[in-house]
C-alpha cells in the first residue's frame, strides 16, 4: 500500500467566531480592527469575514470597529487558502488607504502590521489584564506576526524596503531623526520579522541604536515634567518608556527566538505557542523586580552602557544632543537650549556610577 502522509492536524474547537461560533475549518476568520487617527488596535477576538461583511462591528465588550483583518491560523487556513490570500491583500491594501494614504499592499503591510503588533505589546504589559484577554491579545500578537513573516519571506520588494531602512537606521544617527523614523517601535517590529534574512543588522548593532535613540526621545518628557537632570529622578521618570523597551526585547528573546523554530512552533499550535506566553509572564514579572539600576536597564535589553563616567554625564550628553535635533525633540528651531543639562555632567546630586 502507498505510504500516508503525516495525520491531518486536530481541530482546534477553541478557535472559532465568537459572533457566529463557526470554526476556522468552517469559514474565514479574522480580527476587527479600529484606529484613532493613525494609531490601529484590537481586542483579538476572532470574528468570521461573513459576520464582518453582514454588518457585524461591535466586540463582546460592545467596542465598535471599523476594520476586518484575516488572522493566520495554520497553513492550510493562511498561505494555503486563495481565499484567505485575497482578502488578507484587499484587507490590509484597504486599511492602508483609508488610514495611511498607502497604494499598496507592501506600503500598507509596512504601516499596518507594525502599529498592531506594537499595540498588542503594550497592551500584554498591563497586569491588570484578565488572562482571558491577555491570551487573545498574545494570540493576535502572534498572528499579527506570522502573516508578517510570510509576507516579508514572499515579496522581495517588501524584503528590500525592509533592508533599506533597518541599514540605514543602523548606520546613521541622522536616519534616526524622528522626520524620518517617526515610531521606533515599529522599526523594531521590522527588525523581528526580519530576523534570518540577508542584510538584516547583527541584534547588538541594532539594540545599540535603538538604546541611543529611544534616550533622546525621552529627554522631551522629562523636561516638560520639570524632572532635574540626575540619575534617580530621570531613571524614575522614564519607567513607562523603559518598561515598553524592556518588554518589546523579551518578547524578541522569550516568544520569538530562534525564527525557525518559532515558525514550527506556532504552526504546531494554531499560533497559540501557550508555553511561551507563560514563560514571557514569568520571566517578565522577574525582569522588572531586578531592574532597579541603569545598568540593569542595558544589561537587560543587551545594549552597551553608553561610554560615559557617570549617568549624570550621559543624561547631559543626552539633553544638549535632543535640543540640537529641533522642536520634535523639545528644541528650538535652531536647536534650542540644552533644557535640564545645565550641571548634569558634574555628577551633582544623585550622581550614579554605571556599576557593571
Known amino acids: 500500500p502507498a505510504a500516508s502522509g503525516p495525520p491531518a492536524p486536530k481541530v482546534d474547537d477553541n478557535i472559532c467566531c465568537f459572533a457566529t461560533g463557526k470554526l476556522y475549518t468552517e469559514t474565514l476568520l479574522g480580527v476587527g480592527v479600529s484606529r484613532e487617527r493613525a494609531n490601529l488596535s484590537s481586542a483579538g477576538e476572532l470574528l468570521a469575514k461573513e459576520a464582518f461583511d453582514g454588518g457585524h462591528r461591535q466586540g463582546t465588550n460592545k467596542a465598535a470597529f471599523e476594520f476586518f483583518l484575516p488572522v493566520w491560523i495554520n497553513k492550510a487556513h493562511a498561505a494555503g487558502s486563495p481565499l484567505w490570500c485575497d482578502a488578507l491583500e484587499r484587507c ?11 497604494s499598496s499592499l507592501d506600503d500598507s503591510a509596512l504601516e499596518v502590521f507594525p502599529r498592531l503588533i506594537n499595540q498588542m505589546i503594550v497592551e500584554m504589559m498591563k497586569p491588570e489584564v484578565p488572562r482571558s484577554e491577555a491570551i487573545a491579545t498574545f494570540e493576535a500578537m502572534c498572528n499579527f506576526w506570522r502573516t508578517l ?6 515579496r522581495p520588494a517588501l524584503r528590500l524596503s525592509i533592508t533599506q531602512r533597518l541599514t540605514r537606521f543602523v548606520a546613521s544617527e541622522d536616519n534616526r531623526h524622528k522626520e524620518l523614523t517617526p515610531d521606533l517601535g515599529m522599526v523594531l517590529v521590522l527588525y523581528t520579522a526580519f530576523q534570518g534574512h540577508e542584510g538584516c543588522p547583527g541584534r547588538q548593532a541594532f539594540i545599540n541604536a535603538y538604546a541611543d535613540e529611544n534616550s533622546l526621545r525621552w529627554v522631551m518628557w522629562w523636561q516638560r515634567a520639570g524632572t532635574r537632570p540626575e540619575s534617580s529622578p530621570v531613571f524614575e521618570a522614564t519607567r513607562v518608556s523603559r518598561e515598553i523597551c524592556m518588554f518589546q526585547m523579551m518578547v524578541v528573546d522569550t516568544v520569538l527566538g530562534d525564527v525557525r523554530q518559532t515558525l514550527a512552533a506556532m504552526e504546531a499550535t494554531n499560533c497559540k505557542l501557550p508555553e511561551r506566553l507563560e514563560d514571557l509572564q514569568g520571566k517578565w514579572r522577574q525582569r522588572k523586580a531586578a531592574t532597579d539600576s541603569w545598568a540593569a536597564y542595558f544589561k537587560h535589553i543587551g545594549a552597551a552602557q553608553p561610554g560615559f563616567p557617570s549617568t549624570n554625564a550621559w543624561i547631559a550628553d543626552c539633553a544638549a544632543r535632543a535640543a540640537a535635533k529641533g522642536p520634535k525633540y523639545g528644541g528650538g ?10 550641571g548634569g555632567g ?6 550614579q556610577t554605571w556599576g557593571w
Not at 535652531?334 to 533644557?339: I, L, N, S
Not at 558634574?346 to 550622581?351: L, S
Open 92 to 102: 490590509v491594501t484597504g486599511i492602508g488607504a483609508r488610514v495611511y494614504q498607502a
Open 333 to 342: 528651531k535652531g536647536g534650542g537650549k540644552g533644557g535640564g543639562a545645565k
Open 346 to 351: 558634574r555628577g551633582g546630586k544623585g550622581r
Open 149 to 154: 513573516r510570510w509576507l516579508v519571506d514572499t
